[in-house]
């Protein structure tokens, strides 16, 4: 199971961030049919599985978080084998309810800030933005999905096929490069995201030029996740994918270049929906964490806003 799902996230078969951090997370649970001799060993074979899994996707700081989580939860906590396994299914399952309940509270409160006739576009594949649409569109609401491709893996493409599917959405679909075409009649953009980690949105590659033409034409642009995607002390490391995506045949004398993902500032966000609330980013430049203003206005938690706080 657990090298099944370590090859699973290296071939990218599963795209949404959330499912990947589910799916690592619930790996571990093959530690719990294994026999152990001692405890020593136990917690070796947890630590050398959980960083197996993590090495699996170096760019994935929510489910190292979750995993380094789930470490700090077992080792050294028991003192016995059976002490410690029942730590770990505790873990795995404390970790598996926070990621759902928090993908889950996050997509309603993101459905609550679409409004009927809305056009919007997204980039990629979040499962979080589709039970947006999707909860928007059970509500009664007309909505226009303008997708784009997200290239080289067409991600976009499984996503668009998902919107067809939701009674109430008009689904459009563009190539990347016509992304300033997608945005013509747009009201806003919502995007899922990887994670936030200090001044920086990461998320699939393309999303950078998304957003700063976005920021250019004044549409406003929503981040939508689980606010364990928020991390701090992560040291973003991007993923280069295999030439083959972009090209079957090589091509003499030239390196193809293919990045996993952007790292965007956080001054072209307007709104980071969680399922703590709705942060607003106030200002252009200089963002930093600092408080949540809730859908209210109202401080709720911590958020990001520009500058030193008063």
Request: hydrophobic residues 40%.
């Amino acid at each position: 199971m657990i090298d099944e799902t370590v090859a699973e996230i290296q071939a990218m078969e599963t795209h949404s961030s959330s499912i990947v951090v589910l799916k690592a997370s619930e790996a571990l649970r093959e530690l719990l049919s294994r026999e152990y001799d001692s405890l020593e060993g136990f917690e070796r074979d947890l630590e050398h599985n959980a960083g197996a899994l993590r090495r699996s996707n170096p760019s994935h700081a929510s489910m190292h978080s979750a995993l380094r989580e789930i470490e700090q939860d077992v080792i050294g906590e028991a003192a016995t084998v059976a002490e410690a396994k029942e730590l770990l299914e505790a873990a795995i399952e404390q970790t598996v309810s926070k990621v759902r309940s928090g993908k889950r509270e996050a997509a309603a409160r993101a459905a609550e800030t679409l409004s009927d006739g809305d056009s919007f576009v997204t980039h990629d594949y979040s499962s979080t933005v589709l039970e947006a649409v999707r909860r928007a569109a059970e509500s009664g609401l007309e909505l226009t999905a303008c997708v784009t491709e997200a290239r080289p893996r067409f991600l976009g493409r499984k996503a668009v096929r998902e919107f067809a599917d939701i009674d109430g959405v008009t689904p459009r679909l563009f190539v990347d490069s016509g992304m300033a075409h997608a945005l013509e009649d747009a009201d806003r953009v919502i995007l899922g995201m990887t994670c936030l980690a200090d001044d920086t949105y990461y998320n699939r590659v393309g999303t950078y030029p998304l957003v700063a033409t976005a920021a250019e034409l004044d549409i406003p642009v929503s981040v939508v996740g689980s606010s364990a995607k928020i991390v701090d002390g992560f040291t973003f490391r991007n993923e280069i994918r295999d030439a083959v995506e972009v090209t079957r045949e090589p091509i003499e004398g030239v390196t193809v270049e293919n990045p996993a993902y952007d790292g965007s500032p956080l001054a072209l966000i307007d709104q980071v929906i969680t399922e703590e609330g709705i942060q607003t980013v106030w200002a252009q430049s200089g963002c930093s964490i600092a408080r949540l203003d809730g859908v209210d206005g109202s401080p709720a938690g911590v958020g990001y806003r520009s500058g030193l706080d008063s």
